[in-house]
């Protein structure tokens, strides 16, 4: 999203809203994909030299669960505030920041549930769907 920030008076609050394309972000880690369109508002306010921007995004993720592989969806909000330094610039894009908001808020150790049993190492079965009928070492 692009805010034009010569066109914005100073001291006043104006609200962006928009949508990021996961494509044109480039936020595609394999363990977390974005299948929407991720809703965007931005509140902004500028002074003679700042930009403050109280953004909100709202979407949906798939995550791949590190044990059993299997992928579910995860409906996320996520606000945060950026600051811009503005001296000369007639617009400031947030992309590159919303990016980084996005690609860094995941759990390192992403589980479809708490107690998600895995995959079998001998066979490869998912667990969670029942015993696969392997031995167990011991
Ligand atoms: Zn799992
Ligand atoms: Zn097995």
Known sequence: MKIPVSRLK???????EGECKPEDLDID???MHFPEPI???????????????QVHLEGERVFTCSLCLEEFNNV????????????GLDSVTLDSEV???????HPIRILCKPDC????LS???N???GSCGCEKEV
């Open 99 to 105: 990016r980084d908001e996005l690609l860094l808020d």
């Open 117 to 120: 049993k895995g995959l079998c």
């Open 127 to 129: 667990l969670n769907e």
């Open 29 to 31: 880690i394999g363990i």
């Open 39 to 53: 809703k965007l508002q931005a509140e902004v306010s500028k002074s003679d030299e700042d930009l403050t921007v």
């Open 76 to 87: 996320f909000e996520k606000d945060f505030t950026l600051h811009y330094d503005i001296k």
């Open 10 to 16: 100073n001291d006043q609050l104006e609200v962006f």
């Open 123 to 125: 066979c490869g079965a």
